[in-house]
T-cell receptor, first 112, second 113 residues
Framework: AQSVTQLDSQVPVFEEAPVELRCNYSSSVSVYLFWYVQYPNQGLQLLLKYLSGSTLVKGINGFEAEFNKSQTSFHLRKPSVHISDTAEYFCAVSAGNTPLVFGKGTRLSVIA | ETGVTQSPTHLIKTRGQQVTLRCSSQSGHNTVSWYQQALGQGPQFIFQYYREEENGRGNFPPRFSGLQFPNYSSELNVNALELDDSALYLC????????????FGEGSWLTVV
């Protein structure tokens, strides 16, 4: 079985500052990794995904994430955040055809 | 816009009642899954349907049941509602050609009083 730990429940950051949201996973088999964003009162929107190949993955809205197999991590980064990035961010893992397993989420608050 | 639509968007039910939530998957997607997201938590997998058959289930009791129709739309039914069933219910669709990516709808907010 897979599991995901999002190490920070809340991350406050000033506008135009860089941010990193941390995600660690546990699995005995190869995995696919995802980051989703959830704006208030909305569903989940896919930011980016790692399936195979290059360990640095670029997504929408200027976000990127790096898959580190040895550290079992998939941290999400953005070099300069905007007010509109304020949302809940979820890291998720699956092993091929298995359902997504989500972390508990990290609430990113961008301060003007 | 993911092409996955859910209805209703919000509803309130009384404990002990039954509820049906509906989902239309993205065109061409033959797999639909349902997740429950309680307040302040990440989504939890309920079950998945592939070509009208349930082919995976999470740790939810039998009073949570579902259907998938020939056009790949789906229903989630919950009987004997309990207060803890209050949550956002998310439908997601996928297909083998979507690169193991699933696309979520906006969700149905269920409040049980």
């Amino acid at each position: 079985a897979q599991s995901v730990t999002q190490l920070d429940s809340q991350v406050p950051v000033f506008e135009e500052a860089p941010v990193e949201l941390r995600c660690n996973y546990s699995s005995s088999v190869s995995v696919y990794l995802f980051w989703y964003v959830q704006y208030p009162n909305q569903g989940l929107q896919l930011l980016l995904k790692y399936l195979s190949g290059s360990t640095l993955v670029k997504g929408i809205n200027g976000f990127e994430a790096e898959f580190n197999k040895s550290q079992t991590s998939f941290h999400l980064r953005k070099p300069s955040v905007h007010i509109s990035d304020t949302a809940e961010y979820f890291c998720a893992v699956s092993a091929g055809n298995t359902p997504l397993v989500f972390g508990k989420g990290t609430r990113l608050s961008v301060i003007a | 816009e993911t092409g996955v639509t859910q209805s209703p968007t919000h509803l309130i039910k009384t404990r002990g009642q039954q509820v049906t939530l509906r989902c239309s998957s993205q065109s061409g997607h033959n797999t639909v899954s349902w997740y429950q997201q309680a307040l302040g938590q990440g989504p939890q997998f309920i079950f998945q349907y592939y070509r009208e058959e349930e082919n995976g289930r999470g740790n939810f009791p039998p009073r949570f049941s579902g259907l998938q129709f020939p056009n790949y739309s789906s229903e989630l039914n919950v009987n004997a509602l309990e207060l803890d069933d209050s949550a956002l219910y998310l439908c997601a669709s996928s297909t083998t050609s979507s690169g193991n990516t699933i696309y979520f709808g906006e969700g149905s907010w269920l409040t049980v009083v």
